[in-house]
C-alpha cells in the first residue's frame, strides 16, 4: 500500500500538499463518481488545513449537508500517515460511531471512491462490553438465568481454554446482544466496580483483546469522548501500575459533537466508592502474613466506611426525575468522612512497613495501595467542599458515593489543549448566538481557531416548524393528543425526542392506549434494545416510530423514514448535582447556563429531520412556555434555520 494518496514531495510543507490533494478530491475527484462540488466543504477543507499546519485547536462548525466528516476524515489520515501515528476520532457516543463505520459511512464511502486501504479500528468504553464475572453470577443468581446461561454457552471455545490464542477474535460487545434491553445488558456488562487487575479471565476477555487490536491501527482510532477522557484520566494511573494507556500515541485528535465534551471530561474524572468493594478488596490483606496492628486497622476501616455509607445515606435526598440523590453536607456527615480518611492514613502507613517485610502478595498490595490512594484523593475534596459536586446513587448492590470535581478545565487545559497536536471540535453546533465562548470557556480554552459555514438546505421549502397552541396549558395528556395527531399525519415516520427518561417511559405507558396508532405503527424505545439494532430497524422499517433520549446528536437516516421530528419539551438541563453546583457557581444561572445547553441541544434535535436536499418535514415543539415567555419564544425562535418561521397550528 502507498503510503500517501499523492505523490509527496519532501522539499515542500506536506500539509501544503495534503490540501491541494484534498481540493482535488472535492473539486474533480467525487464529483466524477457522482458527488456533488459543495462549496462549503472547500471552505472548511481550506481551514482545517491551518489547524494542522499550525498544530491548534479549531472550532469547525459547519451545517447539516456540508460533508463536513469527510473533510477531517481525509486531514486525520493524511496527517497520521505523514506522523506515523494514528489520528483519534472521538465521537459524543456509541451511536456515533457506528454512523461513521457502517457498511454505507463515510470511511466505507472514502476507501471505495478513492482506492485507499483505511485503517481504522474501533476502542470502545469498558462498559460496552460483556464481563464474564458478572455473567457468571447472574447465569445463577439471576431471574434472567436462563437466558445469560444461553449466552455464556454462546462464548467462544477458547474463553474457557488455556491455549494460547493465535488470531484476534472479536466478541462480547454490546452490539453483538442486540435483544437485551438496558437493564439486562447492565447485569452483565464492566462497571466501574469490577476489579480487573486480579481477574484471572482478563486475558479471555473481549475488553482485552479488542484493546490489543485497536491499540495496532496505522491510520484512525475511533473511540467516544468518554472513552477518550478516560485515557486522559488513567494515563499517569496505568504507567505506575506498569499497563499501558488505554490509547496509543496519537498525532491528532478530532472530537465529533465536540459541545458535548465538558460533560464527557466530567464523568472521566468521577470518583466512585462502594463500602462493598473497599471491604472486598482491603480484606485481601487479611490473608497473608500481617502485623496485629495493621489487622486491627483494617477491621476500623470496614466499620467506619459502614457507619460513613450510613450517614451519607440519611443525609441524602431525592431528585424529582433523577436516578442522582442530593447530599446534603453537614458537620456531623463531614466528621463521620474525615475519620474515614484518618483510619485509611493510617492502613497507608502500616503498608509501607508492611511492604519491606515481604509477607504480601506485592502485585495484591500495589492495588490496594492504588485503591486506598484514589479513595484519599476523592474523599479529600470534601475538604474543599466548593470545589466538587457529590450525589448518592442505590442499585440492588448498594449505595455508591459519586464525587466529581466542579470543574475539568484545569485538567483539560494541561493535558488535552497543552499538546502541540492538531485538536478538531467538529458539529453543526458549537456557538451560541455566534459566538464559541460557552463551548471554550467550558473546556478551558485561550487559543483557538473557528468558522461557521451553513447549511446548503433550503429550509424554508424542506421543513415546517410548529409549536402548538394548547387550551389546558400543554398537560401532558393535551401532548399525546398532539403528538397523536402528528403521527397520524405523517403515518408514523417520526422520532420523538425527550429530555428525560421518566417521560420516555411514561409516553410509552400511555400510547399503548392508543389502538388507532400503537396497533397500526410500530413503536421503538430506546432502552428496550441495543442503540444501532433499534435505529437500524426504524430506518428499514419506514412507518415506525423512535422515540429517544439520547438521539438528540448524531442520528443520521436521510429519506422519508424520518419525516417528523416531535421535542416532547424544550430540552433545558435536568435538576440534578452536576447542573444544581453549574447554576450555583454562576452569576446568572438561567442566561449562563440553562439558556445556552438548550439552544445547543435544540438546535441538534432539529437537525436530525432535513439529512439531503430531498427531505421534507415536521418539527414539532410540543411546549407552553413558548407561548406564555415571548423571551424564549424569540431566543427559540433565532435559532430556527434561516426561512423556518414557527408556527401555533397544527393544522
Known amino acids: 500500500m502507498e503510503r500517501y494518496p499523492f505523490t509527496y514531495d519532501h522539499s515542500q510543507p506536506f500539509i501544503r500538499q495534503a490540501g491541494e490533494w484534498i481540493a482535488d478530491v472535492f473539486y474533480d475527484i467525487l464529483p466524477e463518481a457522482g458527488f456533488e462540488v459543495r462549496d462549503e466543504q472547500i471552505y472548511m477543507a481550506f481551514q ?39 489520528a483519534v476520532i472521538a465521537c459524543a457516543d456509541e451511536s456515533l460511531i457506528e454512523q461513521l463505520v457502517k457498511p454505507e459511512g463515510d470511511i466505507v464511502k472514502l476507501a471505495k471512491h478513492l482506492s485507499l486501504a ?18 457468571d453470577k447472574a447465569r445463577f443468581r439471576d431471574e434472567d438465568a436462563e437466558m445469560f446461561e444461553q449466552l455464556y454457552e454462546e462464548l467462544p471455545g477458547f474463553v474457557h481454554s488455556h491455549e494460547t490464542l493465535q488470531s484476534f477474535y472479536a466478541y462480547g460487545d454490546r452490539k453483538q446482544y442486540p435483544n437485551l434491553n438496558d437493564e439486562q445488558w447492565s447485569k452483565i456488562n464492566w462497571d466501574a466496580f469490577q476489579d480487573c487487575f486480579v481477574c484471572d479471565k482478563r486475558h479471555r476477555c473481549g475488553q482485552t483483546l479488542s484493546r490489543e487490536h485497536y491499540r495496532r491501527s496505522a491510520d484512525l482510532i475511533i473511540c467516544s469522548h468518554d472513552f477518550y477522557m478516560e485515557h486522559v484520566w488513567t494515563y499517569e494511573s496505568r504507567k505506575r ?148 459536586v457529590c450525589w448518592l446513587t442505590e442499585s440492588g448492590s448498594g449505595a455508591a ?29 458549537l456557538s451560541v448566538e455566534g459566538s464559541f465562548r460557552y463551548v471554550a470557556e467550558s473546556l478551558g480554552i485561550e ?60 409516553f410509552k405507558r400511555e400510547i399503548a392506549s392508543y389502538p388507532e396508532l400503537f396497533g397500526k405503527m410500530r413503536f421503538l424505545f430506546e432502552g428496550d434494545q441495543e442503540i444501532s439494532h433499534l435505529i437500524a430497524s426504524f430506518q428499514h422499517d419506514e412507518t415506525s416510530v423512535l422515540c429517544a433520549v439520547s438521539l438528540w446528536e448524531g442520528l443520521d437516516v436521510p429519506g422519508p423514514s424520518l419525516s417528523n421530528v416531535i421535542i416532547w419539551s424544550l430540552p433545558f438541563p435536568p435538576q440534578d448535582p452536576v ?73
Open 579 to 651: 447542573f444544581m453546583a453549574k447554576r450555583s457557581a454562576a452569576e446568572s444561572p438561567f442566561e449562563e447556563v440553562d439558556l445556552p445547553y438548550m439552544l445547543l441541544r435544540l438546535r441538534q434535535g432539529m437537525g436530525r429531520l432535513i439529512r439531503s436536499r430531498e427531505d421534507r418535514g415536521i418539527v414539532a415543539i410540543l411546549c407552553a412556555e413558548l407561548h406564555r415567555q415571548p423571551m424564549l419564544r424569540a431566543r427559540v425562535e433565532a435559532v430556527l434555520p434561516p426561512g423556518v418561521s414557527l408556527k401555533n397550528s397544527l393544522a
Open 241 to 388: 501500575e506498569g499497563q499501558l494507556p488505554l490509547l496509543p500515541d496519537h498525532c491528532a485528535v478530532v472530537f465529533d459533537e465536540g459541545h458535548l465534551l465538558e460533560s464527557a471530561a466530567q464523568k472521566a474524572l468521577t470518583y466512585k466508592l462502594k463500602h462493598d468493594v473497599f471491604e472486598e478488596l482491603i480484606t485481601r490483606l487479611l490473608q497473608g502474613e500481617i502485623r496485629e496492628s495493621l489487622a486491627v486497622l483494617i477491621d476500623e476501616a470496614i466499620a467506619q466506611s459502614e457507619t460513613m455509607f450510613d450517614w451519607l445515606r440519611r443525609r441524602s435526598r431525592e431528585i424529582p426525575g433523577s436516578d442522582r440523590k442530593e447530599l446534603l453536607l453537614d458537620d456531623r456527615l463531614l466528621q463521620e468522612i474525615h475519620r474515614f480518611r484518618t483510619v485509611l492514613a493510617a492502613i497507608e502507613e502500616e503498608l509501607v512497613f508492611e511492604s519491606g517485610l515481604h509477607t504480601l502478595n506485592e502485585y495484591q498490595l500495589r492495588i490496594v495501595e492504588e485503591h486506598l490512594e484514589m479513595m484519599q484523593k476523592a474523599l479529600s475534596l470534601f475538604q474543599r467542599s466548593e470545589s466538587l
Open 48 to 86: 482545517l488545513e491551518r489547524a494542522f499546519a499550525e498544530k491548534q485547536t479549531i472550532f469547525a462548525e459547519a451545517g447539516v449537508g456540508t460533508g463536513k466528516t469527510l473533510v477531517y476524515l481525509l486531514y486525520a489520515i493524511c496527517y497520521a500517515r505523514y506522523m506515523r501515528k494514528p
Open 118 to 135: 483505511v485503517d481504522a479500528r474501533l476502542g470502545k468504553s469498558a462498559d460496552q462490553y460483556l464481563c464474564l464475572v458478572k455473567l
Open 401 to 429: 458515593l459519586v464525587i466529581m470535581p466542579r470543574t475539568v478545565k484545569e485538567v483539560l487545559r494541561e493535558r488535552v489543549f497543552g499538546s502541540s497536536m492538531p485538536i478538531v471540535f467538529s458539529s453543526a453546533t
Open 447 to 506: 487559543q483557538y481557531l473557528s468558522f461557521s459555514v451553513d447549511s446548503p438546505y433550503e429550509y424554508e421549502r424542506q421543513m415546517e416548524a410548529i409549536a402548538p397552541l394548547w387550551s389546558a396549558g400543554g398537560t401532558f395528556s393535551e401532548k399525546m393528543e398532539a403528538a397523536v395527531s402528528l403521527l397520524e399525519r405523517t403515518e408514523g415516520r417520526a422520532l420523538l425526542l425527550f429530555p428525560a427518561k421518566a417521560e420516555l417511559q411514561r
